[in-house]
């Protein structure tokens, strides 16, 4: 089965599932890929908003 990425209706990433549809979460929306961030957020013009990220402020 191949895994499907979701986010909820305000662009929230909720994750993927590669199990059957009757188990997604309610109200889940497909993606086609998942962000790079988990705390990223899908606006409405399909653009991922990353500036919900944690700053790493640890020196290099």
Do not use: C, Q
Request: no cysteine.
């Amino acid at each position: 089965m191949t895994t499907k990425f979701f986010v909820d209706e305000s662009g929230k990433y909720l994750g993927g599932w590669d199990t059957p549809e009757s188990e997604y979460p309610p109200g889940a929306i497909e993606i086609p890929a998942p962000p790079e961030h988990g705390a990223d957020v899908l606006l409405k013009n399909g653009t991922w908003d990353t500036s919900g990220r944690p700053v790493d402020n640890e020196p290099a």
